[in-house]
């Protein structure tokens, strides 16, 4: 057993293994809901600005081009309400999960420390904690968890807003209380935004999700906060690994200087991509559209087999129990050849996790699977 993972968990999905072999065996096929890939085409206008950039023989900018750091300020400008971001203060990352898995390591973070997260969370939070040697702390309160006796402790606090698994939102009062929290006893404030696009509820439809940098939340001071963001969900390029994290310009530089010496740098076709992706809405205004259908197929589906939907304001999920363990909704769906995520996965034993991502059609055949029942 290697150094690093011996202190790591085992990667959940392995676990599911049989349920997905259960659910191929049906007559029609398996309808896969629970990874968030996108299955949707890539739009021709990325495409093309990628291999309009292929020529491309020289390393490209760590630090990303300045035309790619100016269109991500541009971005939090139009899309986040955040108007003041400095374009010195936003690095590209290899997908967002690399940043959240080894943010702590790369702020120096070690024994002793804590890392604060959800408590229905993305397992990658609590082992980028642990690569890094620190201690992951799952929460439902990061304030009363600051404000507490071991608060000096805290070195790093995640949010996930909108939430994966749970597509709960983080209004800019409850965003503001963990900042100046944070900052209170030294904290890092890292904020996984990377679902900001995918709102379904009000007040975020109308008025946008709010982001950790917006001036209501930071006073217009962005130090000790960074915001992640992905272009998986939003622009379904999740196989370009095209993602980024912004906020305030010092941590970015230290960032930076280790990314430098470590070699990990966006590639130059991709960072071309990004930044016409970011000056682009149509595109994402229409994936939007396609997984409000979805949603609007699938739900009254679940809900009609005997499921609950929890929070699921926003994202790419719905967050569904039917007061039992999860494994045995799993089993049950796995029956009618529909896969889904457990909610163990993500520390919460009695949801499961149903993802928008499959094609209209598979989201069709779950649907009317469901109704049979």
Same mark, same amino acid.
């Given at each position: 057993m290697g150094l690093f993972? @011996?202190?790591?968990?085992?990667?959940?999905?392995?676990? #599911? &293994?049989?349920?997905? =072999?259960?659910?191929?065996?049906?007559?029609? !096929?398996?309808?896969? $809901?629970?990874? !968030? &890939?996108?299955?949707?085409?890539?739009?021709? %206008? $990325?495409?093309? @600005?990628?291999?309009?950039?292929?020529? /491309? *023989?020289?390393? *490209?900018?760590?630090? !990303?081009?300045?035309? %790619?750091r100016a269109a991500v300020a541009d971005w939090f400008a139009r899309r986040r309400n955040v108007p003041d971001l400095d374009p010195a203060g936003v690095l590209?990352?290899?997908?967002?999960? =690399?940043?959240v898995a080894l943010l702590p390591a790369l702020l120096g973070l070690g024994a002793g420390d804590l890392v604060l997260h959800p408590a229905a969370a993305y397992p990658t939070y609590d082992v980028g904690a642990r690569l890094a040697g620190a201690t992951p702390v799952p929460v439902d309160?990061?304030?009363?968890?600051?404000?507490?006796?071991?608060?000096?402790?805290?070195?790093?606090?995640? %949010?996930?807003?909108?939430?994966?698994?749970?597509?709960?939102?983080?209004?800019v009062d409850r965003l503001r209380a963990v900042v100046e929290a944070a900052r209170a006893v030294g904290a890092v404030v890292a904020s996984d935004e990377c679902y900001a696009e995918l709102p379904w509820a009000e007040p975020w439809v109308t008025d946008g999700v709010p982001s950790v940098l917006d001036p209501r939340v930071t006073g217009g001071d962005?130090? !000790? #906060? $960074?915001? $992640?963001?992905? %272009? /998986?969900?939003?622009?379904?390029l999740a196989g370009y690994r095209a993602a980024f994290t912004a906020g305030d310009p010092e941590l970015v530089a230290g960032l930076l200087a280790t990314r430098k010496h470590a070699g990990m740098i966006v590639p130059g076709p991709v960072q071309a991509a990004m930044t016409v992706a970011l000056g682009d809405d149509a595109h994402v205004e229409e994936q939007r559209e396609r997984y409000r259908a979805r949603r609007q197929v699938l739900?009254? @589906?679940l809900e009609g087999a005997g499921l609950r939907l929890d929070g699921s304001e926003a994202g790419l999920y719905l967050w569904v129990t039917a007061d039992q363990d999860c494994w045995a909704t799993v089993a049950r769906l796995a029956e009618l050849g529909i896969l889904v995520a457990p909610g163990t996965f993500y520390g919460a034993p009695r949801h499961v996790r149903v993802a928008l991502t499959g094609t209209d059609e598979r989201i069709a055949a779950a649907a009317a699977r469901l109704r049979s029942v």
């Open positions: 993972t @011996a202190a790591l968990p085992d990667f959940p999905w392995d676990t #599911l &293994t049989p349920y997905a =072999e259960q659910a191929r065996r049906h007559p029609d !096929g398996i309808a896969d $809901l629970s990874v !968030g &890939t996108p299955v949707d085409p890539t739009p021709e %206008l $990325l495409r093309r @600005a990628l291999a309009q950039a292929a020529d /491309s *023989p020289g390393y *490209p900018q760590t630090w !990303g081009t300045p035309q %790619l590209p990352t290899v997908g967002s999960k =690399e940043m309160d990061p304030v009363a968890a600051l404000t507490g006796p071991q608060g000096a402790r805290v070195k790093l606090v995640w %949010l996930n807003s909108p939430g994966n698994p749970d597509g709960s939102v983080l209004g962005h130090r !000790g #906060l $960074l915001a $992640l963001y992905s %272009l /998986s969900k939003q622009s379904n739900l009254p @589906a």
